[in-house]
């Protein structure tokens, strides 16, 4: 993550924690065939993130959906009534 420091750009220091998961056999064999041994945190790393970045975007779309559902719903005509109205009473 990049941090804005007395105008400048520089790159914040990640802490990186251990922990223990579990790949399918064929994804652990893909990575240790693919990415070299001191990439492999950092790729698997980059795919979570992307991950949940996804996932929040997914959410932010349904809780956008759920408020367009409760939100009053106008026709173009009203729309039009309601600018020209708002015009007319600050003019």
Do not use: W, Y
């Not at 922990?19 to 492999?40: A, C, G, H, Q, T």
């Not at 997914?58 to 009534?81: H, M």
Request: charged share 40%; net charge positive; glycine share 2%.
């Amino acid at each position: 993550m990049d941090v804005l420091n007395h105008g400048f750009c520089v790159e914040k220091e990640q802490v990186m924690v251990k922990m223990n998961i579990s790949l399918d056999e064929e994804v652990r064999e893909e990575l240790f065939r693919l990415v070299p041994p001191r990439r492999r945190s950092q790729v698997v790393n980059e795919a979570l993130r992307k991950e949940l970045r996804h996932r929040k975007r997914e959410q932010a779309a349904k809780q956008l959906q759920e408020l367009r559902k409760r939100s009053a719903t106008l026709s173009s005509k009203e729309i039009v009534a309601a600018v020209r109205r708002d015009r007319t009473s600050t003019d």
